[in-house]
Nanobody, 130 residues
Framework: QLQLVESGGGLVQPGGSLRLSCAAS????????IGWFRQAPGKEREGVSC????????TYADSVKGRFTISKDNAKNTVYLEMKSLKPEDTGVYYC???????????????????????WGKGTLVTVSS
């Protein structure tokens, strides 16, 4: 079964950190661009970060630059999103997605807002609150 499974969400205080994981099963990330997207209550989905399996290049939304880091562990077939200095506005459901169309085009991956992705996880909730 081809699927993505996210984990690592939870409740954290402002200024805190979390690491999200996205594990693939049934396929490998080798030929995909992988992105993290989030959706806050009442808001549209937005791109957070993307990574290209072709080059390892990464891109980030301006709102998370310098605070979030995306990485990929090929041996574990897992993509991570390290989140630091979390703010209340980072609250939302975080989804990972993989798309063959974005294998090398990591910039388009972020701009896509998730359109054109082949596989999606079910999401993990991140709540930043005191």
């Amino acid at each position: 079964q081809l699927q993505l499974v996210e984990s690592g969400g939870g409740l954290v205080q402002p200024g805190g950190s979390l690491r999200l994981s996205c594990a693939a099963s049934g396929f490998t990330f080798d030929w995909y661009g992988i992105g993290w997207f989030r959706q806050a209550p009442g808001k549209e989905r937005e791109g957070v970060s993307c990574i290209s399996s072709f080059s390892g290049s990464t891109t980030y939304a301006d709102s998370v630059k310098g605070r979030f880091t995306i990485s990929k562990d090929n041996a574990k077939n897992t993509v991570y999103l390290e989140m630091k200095s979390l703010k209340p506005e980072d609250t939302g459901v975080y989804y990972c997605a993989a798309g063959r169309s974005y294998y090398s085009d990591y910039v388009a991956c972020l701009d896509s807002l998730g359109d054109g992705m082949d596989y999606w996880g079910k999401g993990t909730l991140v709540t930043v609150s005191s």
